[in-house]
């Protein structure tokens, strides 16, 4: 069965869509059956992976409102094992027809249980917000992985992000863990970026990844083209970096890969 990892926070710019996007991509070329789910409706997962939103026919809005099965709104990506549930704008009204569900934190834990022992990882791209759709992704998640930017206010809103994520452990999912703090956008010649990097090592220690996220111009281009920075560049430091975190990743869940 598929480990499930949400990526989240709800500071704006911290790359948490381009480590979905390009993480999802490297698990794929490192020969993992990999489901990225687009669970933020400004929907850049979905267009930064090559896809036309008006051209989409169902999205994950489907799925959670009109309870349309995952099936019929995965499509494949040019990456062979790389699969993607697409988000659309329309996604902004969906916590709205959530309100009066019953069991409305867990609607989308419901979506994904049936397809779970399809993939080894299914990544969750959250939007930065705290809102209900975030509740259901960090109830529906194993884990979770918070990008942070090193740039100044790094730190800044994390005190509630992991306030949410222990709410959500006592009433929610017990089993949700922190996958680990994600460094990026780093350049070893600022002196900022080390600050930054330090101050993260200081108070989360085992719990940063060893892989950091250089600031890459490849890795802000790739979007553009529709394609993650692997098969845009797959010399870039970007595209490097993220197969050093799908490495890092896996060699991390040895044990749940081979169940």
Request: with cysteine; glycine share 6%.
């Amino acid at each position: 069965m598929g480990k499930v990892i949400a990526l989240a926070n709800q500071k704006v710019g911290v790359c948490k869509t381009t480590t979905a996007i390009n993480l999802s991509a490297s698990l794929a070329i490192l020969e993992k059956k990999v489901l990225l789910i687009d669970a933020d409706p400004q929907a850049n997962a979905t267009s930064g992976l090559g896809f036309d939103l008006k051209a989409i026919e169902n999205t994950i809005y489907e799925c959670i409102v009109d309870q349309i099965e995952p099936e019929t709104a995965i499509l494949k990506t040019e990456i062979e094992g790389l699969d993607l549930l697409p988000s659309h704008i329309d996604l902004v009204g969906a916590e709205i027809e959530m309100l009066n569900r019953p069991d409305r934190e867990k609607i989308l834990k419901k979506l994904i249980e049936p397809i779970k022992d399809k993939y080894d990882y299914i990544l969750i791209d959250c939007s930065p917000s705290l809102g209900l759709i975030t509740v259901n992704t960090l109830t529906a998640a194993d884990s979770v992985i918070i990008p942070v930017q090193c740039e100044y206010f790094a730190l800044e809103g994390l005190g509630k992000l992991l306030n949410t994520v222990k709410i959500i452990q006592s009433r929610l999912n017990p089993e949700l863990q922190i996958e680990g703090f994600l460094l990026t956008m780093y350049d070893s010649r600022l002196n900022l970026s080390n600050q930054v990097y330090e101050e993260v090592k200081r108070h989360f220690q085992d719990m940063v990844f060893t892989t950091l996220i250089q600031r890459n111009i490849r890795l802000s281009e790739a979007p553009s083209y529709g394609k993650p920075a692997i098969l845009y560049d797959a010399a870039s430091k970007g595209a490097q970096n993220h197969l050093s975190l799908g490495k890092e990743l896996i060699e991390k869940n040895i044990p749940i890969s081979n169940n």
